[in-house]
Nanobody, 124 residues
Framework: QVQLVESGGGLVQAGGSLRLSCAAS????????MGWFRQAPGKEREFVAAISTSGGSTRYADSVKGRFTISRDNVKNTLLLQMNSLKLEDTAVYYC?????????????????WGQGTQVTVSS
């Protein structure tokens, strides 16, 4: 079955950087769009970024545009999220999500496969 395993979360000061990774297995990685979502305490899970099958097209939430970069390595079956200029409000559990097909969706319901999440905490 499809497995998504995130890594790279941690504690970082505001203005710092982190890189999240997601290792995928169980299906042909390059056939499917992928995304990152996050969920802060007491809030709904929200879209962060998504990427097309080839990596040539990306979408970002307005709140992270210009600071975060999503990318993928279809040889290593890995999804990445480079997060720069981190803010306190970026604190959340970050989830890797696998799409149904090639469409780069922004909705939680458009991603049937999810990792377990990795905690990102930004301190002042």
């Amino acid at each position: 079955q499809v497995q998504l395993v995130e890594s790279g979360g941690g504690l970082v000061q505001a203005g710092g950087s982190l890189r999240l990774s997601c290792a995928a297995s169980g299906r042909t990685f390059s056939y499917y769009a992928m995304g990152w979502f996050r969920q802060a305490p007491g809030k709904e899970r929200e879209f962060v970024a998504a990427i097309s099958t080839s990596g040539g097209s990306t979408r970002y939430a307005d709140s992270v545009k210009g600071r975060f970069t999503i990318s993928r390595d279809n040889v290593k079956n890995t999804l990445l999220l480079q997060m720069n200029s981190l803010k306190l409000e970026d604190t959340a559990v970050y989830y890797c999500a696998g799409g149904r097909g090639a469409y780069i969706g922004r909705g939680v319901g458009e991603y049937p496969y999810w990792g377990q999440g990795t905690q990102v905490t930004v301190s002042s």
